[in-house]
Every structure is written in C-alpha cells, then in structure tokens.
C-alpha cells in the first residue's frame, strides 16, 4: 500500500522537506536516555522494514527517512540515507528546482551533523544544478573540518575557472569569511592549500583579505607581499604592495611603511586610501609635520569625511598647531565624526593653544566616556590657572554631587589642582577632606604625605607613609617618598637610606628612586657609588632635581665643568615642587653661579 502511495501518489517535494519542520519539535522524554535508544531502534526497523518493501531504491522514500532519522538524532542513518537520496537525484525523474532543494537540504544535514563527506557530496550535487558561486562555496564549506588533504582538493576543483570568473570567485569566499566565525577555518584552509600552490593569484588574494579583515595582521602582511610578487597587472601589483605596507604599519613599522608608501602615493596621488595609509605611517613613526602636509591635501578633497578630518587634526596636534588642529576636529565632529571623542580633542587642543577659556566650554561639553574622567582633571586645573575661584569650587562641588561614592578622589584632584598654582595650604586643608570621606583610600594617604612631607609636617607624613607601607608591602612610592623626606629633609640617611634600597629593589628601573638613593649615598661620602646612580637617574629622565644632585656630586668629584653643563641644563626643566634646587646646590658648594 505504501509503495503503491509513493509510486502513484509522489509526494510534493516541499511537502516531504515540511515533514521535517513538522517533526521538529521532539515528542515529550520520558526518561532521555530510553527514548533516544527506543528512537534508534524504531528507525532501524523502519529501514529495515522499507526495504522489505521494496522502498530501498525510491527517493522520496529515503528522503523521508532521512529526516526522520535526522530528527530523532539518529545521524548515522540520516547520513547513510541522504547519501542514498543524493544518488537517485541524477536517475529518477525529478525536476531541477527538486534537486536543487534536495541538495541544499542534504547539505544542511551534513552541515548540522558534521558530516563533512555528506555536506561535500550535497554541494557537489547542488552544483550540477546550480551554476552560480554559491555551490562551490558551499563545497568549501563544507571541509571547513575535513583533512588538510580533502580541503586542498576542494579548493583545487573549485577554483577550476576561467578568469575573471576565478577571480569573481575569490571575492565571493572573501566577503563570505569576512563576515563570518569560521575565518580562522578558511585562513588554515588557505594557508594549507598555499603550500602546494604558492603562487595562486586569486587564493593569495581571499586569504589577504580575510585575514585583513579579521585582524591577522602578520598573515594578511605576508600574503599580500607574496601576491605583489606574482600578480600579473600593474594595479594588482600596486594594490597588493600598498595593502602590505598598510599591514606592516600596524606589526609596529611605521617608518618602513611610510618608506614603501611614499613611492606608491607619488605613482598615484589620486588612491585616497594609499594617502590615508601614507599619512597615518608618517604620524605613527612621528614625522608629523611630514604627515600634516599630505593629510590635510586629502581632508581638502574628502572634505565630507569625517575620518580624515579628524586624522589631520590628531597630525596637527601632534605638529603642535593647536589651533589648526581644534578647526579640523570641529570639523569632524560636524560631518558626525564620534562625538565624545571629538569635544575631547577640540577642549584639548584649546587648552595646549593657551586658550583655556575655549577648552573649558569644550570639555564641559563632554559626557560620560572614556575621556570624561581627564576632561574634569583638565578643567579643574584650567580654572585654577586662570584663577576662576568661584567656578573652580563649583566645578568640583557638582562633581562630588554628581558621583558621591567618588567624593575623596575629587577632593584629591582639587588638592592637586592647587599644588599645580602653588597653594599648598589650600591644597592640604582639600586632601585632609579627602582624607575624612575615605580614610582607607591607600592612595590619599599617600598622596597627603608627600605633601605634608613638603609642607615641613614630617610626623604626620611619616605616619600617612608609614601606614601605606604597612598595608602595601610593596609601595615602592610610598617607601622612596618617606625614605628621601628622611634623607633630604631630616638627615637621617641611616633609615632612610635603607627604605629608599628597598624601594629600588622593586622599581630598579624608577629614575626618582635612583635619584633618592644616589642623594643618600652623596650624603653618606660615597661619592663613587652615588654618582654610578645618580648619572644613571639622569640619563632615564631629566628632571630638575636630578640634575641639581648630578651636578653638586660631579663637583665633588672634581669635574667642575661638567657639573656647570648638567646645572644649565636642569635650569631650564620645570621644577616639580617650590624650591630651586640647583641654587640650593651653589649656597651649599659656596659657588658663584656665574
């Protein structure tokens, strides 16, 4: 009766693949393991019982029995079933919209199952009846988990075209990986079919691509270079060569792809892409006037792009044309370039343009992000230079409204704000607040006793120091911090000696530290050992108070003129707290500072 049905009565193909849908839903378990094994056998039986029948050689019979197996997880005669389904395709009288579902489904399964063997020979039917791309892509696909040697196969079969039909093709897997989780599957792919086919144009492109765009910079690097080698057009060779030295900007040369892209521009000034590239490499291996010259050419001609607006003004910032580069980032952020990072750059730039004012307005425009922190520090330091007393203590009073659980950090930004003017008195009356909202903020304490330390309130430093010392072992900063005030401020290189060693110990590569330890050394006689440390803090960082010390142990050591050189030259750096310590250095030495 069954046979007499599927021979007199076909089943529409659609109705029989909506079975499947139709039994999607699994029946209630009642017990899972039970029910999975009863399912099995139930399904064993029925092809059994179908070739019984006579059924083994129908179609639409096996293509039932593969849904049906598929559904109730029994994949090996699902698997067994399609592949039977697949073959009757090509003898029984079906249309070629059938086999193209037929197909497709079968490869579905295979898909789902991980039958890369099905989901290879489904495509590979698919393809009979479907001469576009999608079949042999689908073929790949389909080994995406199948042997190295199966994958080069495939890829070998299906890039069997004649141009430009092959190269259509490998921008059609390109955009398909691209996009897609399985990237890294496709690159081991390609990687692996390059070894025997190094020289493939059209894969060396897809793999360049996909790797590109999925952030494998090194491979992308690689392949590009390699199709610049073998591609046969003169655009072909200029895209790849540009494409490589792109990627190379970003494995951390920017000065040899700036090399290889200032060649490339001057061939073609018109590839805005290559220009953008050629700029960027410039600004990043820090030839930003260089890189100011050609970006601002390019904003001239892609005046509507927001990117390249806001690039030259980052190039101009960097030139140090503040003003220039406030205009480009208001430009950018009128053609919608991201607006939080835009107001950041503007209020910046305004700010290193001795134009607090403007800065102000900018940064007070800034919501919540990852500038907003610094932007509140930048204004609260701003209104503090400018002298905007009333405002100041608004600005930091609302910020304490605004994020309560946050009130000691901003007591202590207030505190550093006014130690930048020199009012230290004030500064400490704000730290000692800071203090009252969280008297376990390791860092305010640490923080409040560098400036007592400063201050001339050496106990109550000490205490503060000391209690971050004790809670953080290894606070290098806090330890140099007490153990200098000991050393410079009280003499008493005995213990402080030993707590700015331990400090060095952890941080051996601090140049304050080495500073306070070659100081300390300096005070106990030992000129030889201080000047090894003091020369080497010097050469990590010039810094005022460094090169005062430098100098006053070069003098001892009797090499006066090179004690004036290192003077002169510490004169002429910012001075981290009040005091002038290279003339502090001359009274002590009884030198004329002429």
């Known amino acids: 009766m069954l046979r007499r049905c599927l021979e007199h009565k076909r089943l529409a193909l659609i109705a029989v693949l909506g079975l499947a849908t139709a039994c999607s839903v699994a029946p209630k378990q009642q017990s899972q393991d039970t029910a999975s094994e009863s399912k099995q056998v139930e399904q064993v039986d029925a092809v059994k019982l179908g070739y019984k029948a006579g059924l083994g050689n129908d179609l639409y019979y096996n293509l039932i029995t593969a849904e049906l197996a598929g559904q109730h997880k029994d994949f090996e005669n699902a698997a067994q079933s399609y592949r039977r389904v697949l073959k009757l395709t090509d003898s029984d009288d079906i249309s070629q919209e059938d086999q193209y579902r037929i197909a497709r489904r079968a490869w579905e399964m295979g898909r789902y199952i991980k039958n890369a063997d099905l989901a290879e020979l489904a495509a590979q039917t698919w393809q009979g009846s479907d001469q576009s791309f999608t079949p042999r892509l689908a073929r790949i696909v389909a080994v995406e988990d199948a042997s190295p040697a199966k994958q080069q196969q495939v890829l070998a079969e299906v890039f069997d075209l004649a141009q430009p ?11 398909h990986y691209r996009e897609s989780p399985a990237a890294d599957a496709a690159l081991q792919m390609i990687d692996g079919f390059l070894e025997t086919h ?47 030295a792109a990627n190379l900007r970003l494995l951390g040369e920017p000065a040899e792809a700036a090399n290889r892209l200032r060649g490339l521009h001057a061939l073609q000034p018109d590839q805005h892409w290559v220009a953008l590239e050629y700029g960027r490499s410039l600004l990043q291996s820090e030839q930003a006037e260089e890189a100011l010259e050609v970006l601002e050419v390019l904003a001239d001609k892609l005046s509507i792009n927001p990117e390249v607006q806001y690039i030259t003004g980052f190039a101009a910032f960097v030139a140090k044309d503040y003003l220039k580069a406030a205009t480009y980032f208001e430009t950018a952020l009128a053609k919608g370039y991201s607006d939080h990072e835009a107001r950041y750059w503007i209020g910046l730039a305004y700010m290193q343009a001795e134009q607090p004012k403007q800065g102000v307005v900018w940064l007070s425009t800034l919501g919540q992000g990852k500038h907003w922190q610094r932007a509140q520090h930048l204004t609260g330091d701003a209104l503090a230079e400018m002298g905007e007393w009333e405002e100041f203590e608004t600005h930091y009073n609302n910020l304490r409204s605004a994020t309560p659980d946050q009130a000691a950090r901003w007591f202590l930004a207030q505190c550093q704000s006014l130690i930048d003017v020199g009012r230290y008195e004030q500064a ?9 909202a969280d008297d376990e903020d390791l860092e305010v304490r640490y923080q409040r006793g560098v400036l007592y330390a400063e201050l001339g309130r050496f106990q ?5 120091l000391n209690l971050v010392i004790t809670n953080e072992p290894e606070h290098a900063e806090a330890m140099n911090a007490l153990g200098y005030m000991l050393i410079d401020r ?19 590569e601090s140049a304050p530290i080495m500073d306070s330890y070659g100081w300390g050394l300096l005070l106990e006689g030992q000129l030889r050992e201080a000047l090894f440390w003091l020369e080497r803090a010097w050469s990590n960082t010039k810094d005022h108070e460094i090169g005062a010390h430098l100098g006053e142990a070069l003098w001892l050591s009797k090499r006066h003129k090179e004690a004036r050189v290192v003077w002169a030259e510490a004169q002429n750096l910012p001075r981290g707290n009040r005091d002038d310590k290279v003339r502090q250095a001359y009274e002590r030495l009884g030198i004329d500072p002429e």
């Open 460 to 464: 109550q430093a000490e205490t503060d």
């Open 428 to 436: 400490a009356s704000y730290i000692d607040k800071a203090v009252e």
């Open 198 to 244: 190094p020289n493939d144009a059209d894969v060396l492109k897809a793999g360049a691509v996909i790797a590109e765009d999925t952030d494998a910079t090194a491979m992308a690097y690689q392949l590009w270079y390699r199709l610049s080698a073998v591609a046969t057009s003169a655009d072909e060779v200029f895209d790849a060569q540009a494409h490589a």
């Open 490 to 508: 009280l003499g008493d290189t005995e213990r402080g000696v030993p707590l700015v060693k331990r400090a060095l110990d952890l941080r051996p």
């Open 165 to 175: 039909q092959r190269a259509a093709f490998a921008a059609v897997v390109a955009k």
